[in-house]
C-alpha cells in the first residue's frame, strides 16, 4: 500500500511541529488542517478518548478523503474516579465536583486550580495521562495505539514550558512537573511520545 | 512482533470456523471463547458497529491477557435512516418503526417480518450489510477494518442458508438472496469476508 499524504487532524501548532519531526522517516508529506481553505467542525463529544480519536480521524479523513492521524488525550486522576478524563480539556467548565470554575488568566490556568480544590487534603494523588492515537485511511480500515505516564498530582503549579496539566503532573521517578522538563525529555516520556511513536513503528510495517 | 495466539470472541461456531479457515496462513493458534472457563459478558452498547466491536476486543483482551479479534455487524436500511443498524440482532425488540414484533420461530425470523412490514409498499429499497473487525493487543495497540455488502430489501424471505436478514437480502448484481448462495460465494462477497480479509492482510504485515 503507498500513501503520499497524511493529514495530522490538529490545529496545535506545537503538536503538529512534534508530529512532523516524528514521522520524517515514514517519507509521506505531512499536511494539516490549516492546508485547506474548506473547513468542518468535530465536536468531541464521546465517553473515551479513543472513541473521540476515531470520530475525528475518520471524519476529517472521509471529508477530505486522505489518510488522516487524530490524537484524544487527558488526565485520568484516581481520587476523582478516573475524571477529568475526556472532559480535560473544559473541567473549568465542568458543572459536577464543585461546579463551575471561572477563567481567569486561561482555561488551561482554570482547569489546573479546579483540580487543586479538589485535590486540597487529599492523601491519594496518583494520576496518569492517557493518549489515543488514531490513523484512518479512507480505504477503509484504521489503527490506534495508546500511552500512559504515570505520576502523581503536584499541591501546586511549578513550571512554565508543555501546555495544559503539565504544571500539577509529576511523572514517576521525577520529583519536579512535566512543565519543568525540557521538550525532548518531556516527549521520551510521555503517553503522547509513547503512543505516536508505537503508531509510527506499525505504519512503517503496513506502508512498506 | 511475535503472537503464538489469537482469542476469537466470538460463540457463534459458523463464524469461529470461518475464520479459523482465513487465519491459517498466520501460522498462530486460534482460540473461542469457549476455551475458557472464566467467562465474562460485555455488553454491546454503543451506537456504532465500530465502538461495539473496539468494546468487546478490548475487553476481552483485557480479562484474558490475550490479542483478540471482534467483530460487530449489521443491516442498513436507507429509507429507514439507517435502522435496523446496531439494533440488528435485537430490532424485533426495538420499540420505535412499529413497536415489537412477536417472536415466533426464532429471534431472526421476528427482525425479518418486521423489516418486511416496515418496508410494505416502499420503493427505495436500498441497504447495506456492515461490518467491523477489531484486532486488538494487549500490548497497547489496536486496528480495525470495514466491509461493505451493497444490495436490497427483497420483497420476501427466500433461502435457507445463512442466518439473520440474509433471506431477504438480494445482493448487487444477484437476483437471488444470500440466504441462496453457497457459503464460498457468500464469503467472497460478503461484507464480513472483505473486512477480515483485509484485517488478515494488515496482520501479516504487522506480525513479521
Redesign the interface.
Known amino acids: 500500500m503507498s500513501i503520499n499524504r497524511i493529514l495530522i487532524a490538529t490545529t496545535n501548532k506545537g503538536k503538529l511541529r512534534e508530529f512532523k519531526e516524528l514521522f520524517k522517516e515514514l517519507e509521506v508529506e505531512i499536511i494539516s488542517l490549516e492546508d485547506f481553505e474548506e473547513k468542518i467542525e468535530v465536536v468531541e463529544d464521546r465517553l473515551t478518548f ?2 473521540n480519536a ?1 470520530k475525528k480521524a475518520k471524519e476529517y479523513a472521509l471529508f477530505y478523503n486522505i489518510p488522516t492521524i487524530a490524537e484524544d488525550a487527558g488526565l485520568e486522576i484516581e481520587e476523582l474516579g478516573g475524571f477529568p478524563g475526556v472532559y480535560s480539556a473544559r473541567f473549568f467548565a465542568f458543572k459536577e465536583f464543585g461546579g463551575e470554575e471561572p477563567i481567569q488568566e486561561s482555561a488551561d490556568r482554570a482547569n489546573i486550580m479546579k483540580v487543586l480544590r479538589l485535590m486540597e487534603g487529599k492523601e491519594n494523588r496518583r494520576a496518569r495521562f492517557v493518549s489515543n492515537v488514531v490513523f484512518y485511511n479512507p480505504d ?8 500512559y505516564l504515570y505520576g502523581r498530582i503536584a499541591e501546586k503549579p511549578q513550571g512554565e514550558k508543555g501546555f495544559g496539566y503539565d504544571p500539577i503532573f509529576i511523572p514517576e521517578g521525577y520529583s519536579v512537573t512535566l512543565a519543568q522538563l525540557d521538550i525532548e525529555e518531556k516527549n521520551r516520556i510521555s503517553h503522547r511520545g509513547k ?1 505516536v511513536r ?2 509510527l513503528e ?1 505504519l512503517k ?2 506502508l ?1
Open positions: 479513543l472513541e476515531i477503509n480500515f484504521g489503527l490506534w495505539t495508546e500511552g503512543a508505537k503508531l506499525l510495517k503496513i512498506k
